[in-house]
Antibody
Framework: QVQLVESGGGVVQPGRSLRLSCAAS????????MHWVRQAPGKGLEWVSL????????YYVDSVKGRFTISRDNSKNTLYLQMNNLRVEDTAVYYC?????????????WGQGTRVTVSS | EIVMTQSPATLSVSPGERATLSCRAS??????LAWYQQKPGQAPRLLIY???TRATGIPARFSGSGSGTEFTLTISTLQSEDFAIYYC??????????FGGGTKVEIK
């Protein structure tokens, strides 16, 4: 069965960095676009970033451009999110999610999430 | 950026009743619209894609309709496990992919 397991969250001070990972199993990871979606405490869902199956295309929401970097290692079935210069407003649960197909970017599987708290 | 607006913010419904949730897009998204269910402490779960196609394993009491800018999620007979927050998401025009603010379905 499809499994997505995030890790790497924690408490960090503003301006510091954190790297999230998402380990995928139960499907052919290299064939699927992957996303990061976040949810601030008590708030709705916000899409953060997308990387195509072959890493040829990468997209970000404006608020994280220049600070976050999405990447993937298809040999390790793992998705990453490098988060630099973190801000208080980046505090959220971060989910990795699989796109159902390339271009039809809705999310058919989600991980359980990893919590990131940015606080001084 | 396409703005997705859901209404109402909270819907109070008795078990066994019908629930109708609305989602409006600021411009046409064709039928490239998905619905998700999220329960407290859990990840979202895909319910509907393509505006009206149920995802694998989703009960028939969930149905989606609409196209363009107006969409509806209907839960025909609410079960206890259906009380949750529901989000719509457009994937027609991106980046960014955008979600609605959510509708909380609570027990009346």
């Amino acid at each position: 069965q499809v499994q997505l397991v995030e890790s790497g969250g924690g408490v960090v001070q503003p301006g510091r960095s954190l790297r999230l990972s998402c380990a995928a199993s139960g499907f052919t990871f290299r064939n699927y676009d992957m996303h990061w979606v976040r949810q601030a405490p008590g708030k709705g869902l916000e899409w953060v970033s997308l990387i195509w199956f072959d890493r040829s295309r990468i997209y970000y929401v404006d608020s994280v451009k220049g600070r976050f970097t999405i990447s993937r290692d298809n040999s390790k079935n793992t998705l990453y999110l490098q988060m630099n210069n973190l801000r208080v407003e980046d505090t959220a649960v971060y989910y990795c999610a699989r796109a159902a197909t390339t271009v039809t970017e809705y999310f058919d599987y989600w991980g359980q999430g990893t919590r990131v708290t940015v606080s001084s | 950026e396409i703005v997705m607006t859901q209404s109402p913010a909270t819907l109070s419904v008795s078990p066994g009743e019908r629930a109708t949730l609305s989602c409006r897009a600021s411009q046409s998204v064709s039928i490239n619209l998905a619905w998700y269910q999220q329960k407290p402490g859990q990840a979202p779960r895909l319910l509907i894609y393509g505006a009206s196609t149920r995802a694998t394993g989703i009960p028939a009491r969930f149905s989606g309709s609409g196209s363009g800018t107006e969409f509806t999620l209907t839960i025909s007979t609410l079960q206890s496990e259906d009380f949750a927050i529901y989000y719509c998401q457009q994937y027609n025009n991106w980046p960014p992919l955008t979600f609605g603010g959510g509708t909380k379905v609570e027990i009346k």
